[in-house]
């Protein structure tokens, strides 16, 4: 039988600590969302009382119907030497008309005497009576015990007994943080097990990622008889973050078969990572388990002959299971196969040691030591293989074009552009302005060229990403741009390198249309077959 | 007693498996060197038969004077069904001309018929005889037992009699490979302990981080018995990477008092992997343990609060160790000392409750809102200060400037700039030419300038980021500029945002003047004082 583990995502709150982190209310709920589709058994999200955005926050979630999660609110005891019905913090709790409340306590003595400055007694009181005030008005109560690790380090006796008012106050669970981040997994482990031995709730984990071993940490607790565990969904919080509940319901769930979230919902684990750190407005770290582009992606030549031949051979579990994908990386190291296998998607029939390939392959070598890469933009790819094999023929001609930014700008745009193209023969010339150059520049491209191919009304750029290569040179540094187009129906991605931002921005608009006018010209010659 | 962890760094080798990685010969050697400055033990880097790069490496490398770290060659067994003295690969390892030779072999049986295609015999002979060819040649022999972890549960019997063959082979350490970065933390320390218990020789342990347990995995496998760690110094590699040596080093050394590198160089952790991360073009994951600008940044109210009572209230180390910086981020959930402690470097007399206070808060948030983050631009933050509290008049005033960028290009640049400024009543205008349109208005407007103040001749920008903040509306996104500059003597970051890259760069780059004169205008001041 699969033993269940409660996974409790602490995004909204610990997540929002992170460096660099910034929700709007919006961001909030539609992290909230993203999550209960997922299918975490708790969200966590700050406490009403503590600033504005957090009460419009709870306000606004009431009426979102969660379908599988329960929202929790967080807070601390009540304060020192005053009474528990009194403190406004506490009170403020209740707003947020959860039906979980998280209030985390002190368990290191150190804690309790020399930062918040009171009695080792008093602290048992804060912890037991403020417990027990949310207990009796019937809410499922969770009790974060902050620092317990180093508090059991310090005072074993003591950091118990902070437990044990917990559990006198009502707890449903004992969640042990190791909020320094700094506890090494052997130690980990023996206070997880004397904890289960003591008490009769559940346990729970919170770890930090200070040491590098958030995760393993949090797998250890788990085996040691944890059934709660609490982290962010990719990993960010606090310093170097909190434990990846990526990873470890990937771990558990694949692994080690416990039941972490519906089983149907483990193939949304790489969708949801890419959704969060969108709202979240982060980078997601490609090279994190599981969930990352380079997660299953091979470069070594004997590496991709292996999996080749067995996928399990290099790989620990498929990537279909988490809804991730297979890479073969093109590069010096890869190996002439993964580029013979994108070859043979253009031309089937290209023989793997003819100088077309050979040809392919050196223009590829140049274009890489230029600052080209094509692992995200297989478009640009296909279109340089087309050129190469002779396999194309461009859509339209440049004559020139002329952008202009001009401060303080005189109207609404600060740029605009002037665009001349040749089409068979006909000169168009046309003009648009837009936010910064390569936006009036985009605009002016697309409007000069419907004229001559009317469905490119239907594309639209959807993301825009600017690398700057060599960052010693400064601002003429060689800049990378990734252009992603979409036409509603399919999604394509190209490149472009140049240490003129504007440049580089043109060479991937011109693929980008060009790859789509070359599909468009697929469909239609595919009727004639 | 202090006991000897050997550190063998496999960013050279390993790490160039990375997705987006692609070393020259030059990066390598300075990556060579920084990790020699560093005192790790092994540096391994490749094998001079398998490219023409590698070969030229090796051949340079000869002729640097190593101080603390043994060069290292990598290859593999000999290929099956012929002698070892023909096998070219095997040979073309000697051209390395290193004392130290790291092979790797088969642990796994299922790779051995599956994926290489011999038999389990020949394997074992393959090991052996690969080995042995070195061994009498007098070369220190490690063996790399590639799956071992792998191959170990699935048939521990002969797993254990691969590395039997190795150390017959006169193998002076067995490292214990988790290359497909799956195995679980408590069955790899089991299975580290039975090897231990087994061979008389030393041990070692390289981990991949498919499952985020690499670093811990390689923690307890010394916890375990092995004495000898493999893994890349910021932790990239094939997949998800490799064990992250940083961590390690300063998880062993500043927690459990094991000799890793020289006691004098764990303050150069830090800047090492700054370095590393410079040199392979890849920016630093800044949440990484120890290392990272996020590991010591405290943004909770009361975590600042804490820190500032004990440090060690919410830090597992201290940053300084490392040669890292505590960091007390600005933002709403940060609570106002910290900002304050800011603004008492401006204005070190005025009042937190004050009203300008309250409007430098203001305007900070109003600022984050649209995008500013001044973790990284506290000279943006300071004349902000400035100009709330009247402290701040303009070094020179705007006309205007038009910038222009035309393709085809007439000359060598493709872009140009005129700018008309005004300082005291005086205008100038002047023009520049540049690689794009922020390096051509840089220029224009340092050359205007120059005129009015002769110091910012010495001026130059060292750095310039773009960051895209909001990739949902693509080329009209908001973007950040961060631009840093460098006198010769100090360094200054300042920040710009805007839907217009030219815009942000305006901004940012005007800051960086301004706060530039006004360091020159305090200097002069000085004397006078």
Not at 75 to 89: H, K, L, M, Q, W
Not at 268 to 275: G, S
């Amino acid at each position: 039988m699969q033993r269940k583990i409660r996974i409790f995502d602490s995004t909204l709150r610990d997540g929002a600590q992170a460096e660099g982190i910034s929700f709007s209310v919006e961001d909030k709920l539609k992290i909230l969302k993203a999550l209960d589709q997922l299918g975490v058994d708790y969200i966590e999200a700050g406490n009403p009382g503590s600033n504005p955005k957090d009460l419009e926050f709870f306000d606004r979630a009431k009426r979102e119907t969660l379908h599988h999660s329960k929202l929790a609110a967080f807070g601390s005891t009540r304060r020192r030497d005053i009474r528990v019905e009194e403190d406004a913090n506490v009170k403020s709790l209740l707003t947020a008309d959860t039906q979980t409340i998280v209030i985390f306590g002190k368990s290191w003595d150190f804690h309790v005497t020399e930062i918040i400055k009171t009695t080792l007694d008093e602290n048992l009181n804060m912890i037991r009576e403020t417990l027990s005030f949310f207990h009796e008005k019937r809410k499922e109560v969770i009790y974060d015990a902050e620092h317990f690790f180093d508090g059991y380090k310090a005072n074993a006796e003591y950091a118990m007994k902070t437990l044990g008012a917990a559990v006198e106050g009502g707890a449903s669970c004992l969640v042990l943080c190791d909020t320094n981040g700094g506890t090494f997994p052997d130690e980990l482990q023996t206070i997880v097990e004397a904890v289960k031995a003591a008490f009769p709730v559940e346990v729970g984990i919170h770890c930090h990622n200070d040491a590098g071993m958030a995760v393993a940490n949090s797998v250890l607790a788990v085996l040691a008889g944890a059934t709660h565990v609490q982290g962010t969904y990719i990993g960010f919080g606090e310093r170097c973050g909190n434990a990846n509940l990526s990873t470890i319901i990937a771990n558990l769930q694949l692994k080690r078969d416990y039941d972490c979230i519906p089983a149907e919902k483990l193939k949304d684990l790489t969708v949801t990572a890419r959704r969060i750190a969108e709202i979240s407005n982060i980078a997601l770290n490609e090279r994190d388990p599981y969930i990352g582009h380079s997660a299953f992606a091979h470069k070594g030549g004997m590496h991709i002959d292996g999996v080749t031949k067995a996928t399990r051979s290099f790989e620990h579990v498929s990537p279909e299971a988490i809804g991730n994908e297979r890479h073969f990386l093109m590069s010096e190291v890869s190996g002439r196969n993964t580029i013979l296998e994108k070859i043979r998607q253009v031309a089937p029939r290209l023989d793997k040691n003819s100088p077309e390939t050979d040809a392919i392959m050196q223009r590829l070598k140049e274009l890489e030591h230029m600052g080209y890469q094509f692992e995200g933009a297989e478009s640009t790819f296909e279109l340089i293989i087309r050129k190469q094999l002779g396999k194309y023929k461009p859509f339209f001609e440049l004559e020139h074009f002329k952008i202009i930014g001009e401060q303080p700008s005189s109207g609404e745009y600060s740029s605009s552009a002037i665009i001349k193209v040749k089409v068979d023969g006909t000169s168009e010339i046309s003009a648009a302005e837009g936010d910064g150059p390569v936006h009036a520049l985009d605009r002016a491209l697309r409007k000069v060229l419907t004229t001559f191919y009317p469905e490119l009304a239907k594309v639209k750029l959807t993301d825009y990403k600017v690398r700057v290569l060599d960052t010693r040179s400064a601002s003429a540094a060689k800049v990378r741009v990734l252009i992603e187009s979409t036409d509603g129906e399919s999604v394509w991605t190209t490149v472009g390198v140049s240490t003129d931002i504007i440049e580089a921005s043109w060479i991937a608009l011109v693929d980008s249309i060009e790859y789509m006018l070359l599909r468009e010209l697929e469909k239609k010659m595919r009727v004639y077959l």
